[in-house]
């Protein structure tokens, strides 16, 4: 990981000024973030404990229904939590989020307009976004000679026991209603039927459903091909430039990762500190040193180095067909019992 630099440190005591969080006296001393794995740079967490004296409890999750589940269930109390898009759109229908006080994070001003009042929080009042991306193809191209340009290339039989793929029903069955010409949103009792023996073709291909670090079984040789986040394929072609990023031509998912705070957070002054805090630009910086999504932050985006900002993962080039998720309600259960069922035959 990496180490927080020193001048961090010169400019905080400005930074909680502005959030209003003292060191001790305004808040208790920890903060409990319930976060996606792989996402949340230790040095992160140890800089701004470091600066605030706020403990950071971090736990992590690998889907936004694994969240949810158990911030619904009440065991935990959270701080922070880190939703997609769609995930938010559904908190905030069931009014489970705390509005955010804007004069506690001013760096929000680094984020660009682009990622900024969306359909999932169109007044921009309970989320600060962390990281976008995309779910894209990676293929080793030492290994597969001929063009992969979409999901029926990668879902041949010919590449039996040779894919790695996410281990997220949504996600899985987006790819499949993109071959018959449906949007990621278009999920209906007969879309889903539709689907059904298409997925019921691809899933026994499949070597590995790895949500957490799909990169690891690309980099080890186990397997050939796989669709993952966009900033686990930036990872792998930083190590190699073999590893082929490709944003299938059905289209594909566009995703918004985002702070936010629960209705019942027992910290939410230490929360928004954390949130002004991951808003330097420095510091934001450093996620995308090591999780190398693509960076809402513009102002840190002006301190990424050249071949950061080239690699395609991270910033794909051209006008790609990208489409965000939005809230499903129910039928997220019946996506979730299909690909279950389906992977249990297989």
Same mark, same amino acid.
């Given at each position: ?9 010169? +400019? ?7 959030? $209003? ?7 208790? *001393?920890?903060? *409990? ?8 740079? &230790? $040095? ?5 404990? %470091?600066? =605030? ?5 971090? !736990? ?8 949810? %589940? ?18 938010? !759109?559904?908190?905030?229908?069931? &009014? ?8 506690? +994070? ?30 894209? /193809? ?10 992969? =340009? $979409? ?15 996410? @281990? ?10 993109? =071959? ?13 039927? &539709? ?16 949500? @957490? ?6 980099? *080890?040789? @186990? ?11 930036? #990872? ?13 031509? !059905? ?5 918004? @990762? ?19 805090? /991951? ?19 513009? !102002? ?22 990208? =489409?965000?998720?939005?809230? /499903? ?5 019946? /996506?979730?019992? #299909? ?8």
């Amino acid at each position: 990981m990496k180490r927080v630099p020193l001048f961090v440190a010169i +400019v905080l005591a400005a930074a909680l000024a502005s959030t $209003g969080c003292t060191k001790k006296a305004e808040a208790p *001393n920890e903060i *409990n973030l319930f976060a996606w794995s792989e996402y949340v740079p &230790q $040095g992160v967490i140890d800089g701004f404990t %470091a600066e =605030t004296g706020i403990r950071v409890n971090y !736990e992590t999750y690998a889907s936004n229904e694994e969240m949810l %589940a158990k911030l619904v269930s009440g065991a935990q109390k959270y701080d922070l939590i880190q939703p997609s898009e769609y995930t938010i !759109e559904a908190l905030i229908k069931e &009014q489970r989020l705390q509005l955010v006080d804007w004069a506690k +994070v001013p760096n929000f001003k680094n984020i660009g307009q682009e990622f900024k009042n969306l359909p999932h929080d169109p007044r921009q009042l309970y989320s600060v976004p962390w990281m976008a991306g995309s779910v894209g /193809i990676v293929v080793n191209t030492d290994k597969i000679k001929e063009p992969i =340009t $979409g999901y029926n290339d990668v879902f041949q039989e010919k590449h039996s026991g040779r894919i790695v793929v996410l @281990d997220d029903p949504r996600e899985i069955v987006s790819w499949a209603l993109a =071959t018959v010409g449906k949007g990621p949103n278009d999920v209906t009792p007969q879309t889903l039927e &539709q689907v059904k023996p298409i997925l019921a073709r691809w899933l026994p291909l499949v070597k590995v459903y790895d949500s @957490d670090s799909p990169k690891t079984a690309l980099l *080890n040789g @186990d397997v050939d091909l796989g669709i993952v986040w966009s900033g686990e394929a930036a #990872l792998l072609y930083a190590e190699n430039e073999k590893f082929q990023y490709v944003l299938p031509a !059905e289209g594909a998912h566009q995703f918004l @990762d985002s702070l936010a705070i629960p209705i019942d957070a027992p910290n939410p002054i230490g929360a928004m500190a954390f949130m002004n805090y /991951i808003l330097r630009p420095e510091v934001s910086r450093l996620i995308s040193a090591d999780f190398p999504y693509t960076n809402p932050n513009l !102002e840190a985006r002006k301190l990424l180095e050249e071949p950061e900002l080239d690699n395609p993962a991270s910033y794909p080039p051209g006008n790609p067909k990208l =489409t965000g998720f939005s809230d /499903i309600g129910d039928s997220a259960v019946a /996506i979730d019992k #299909l690909v279950t069922d389906l992977k249990a035959k297989g």
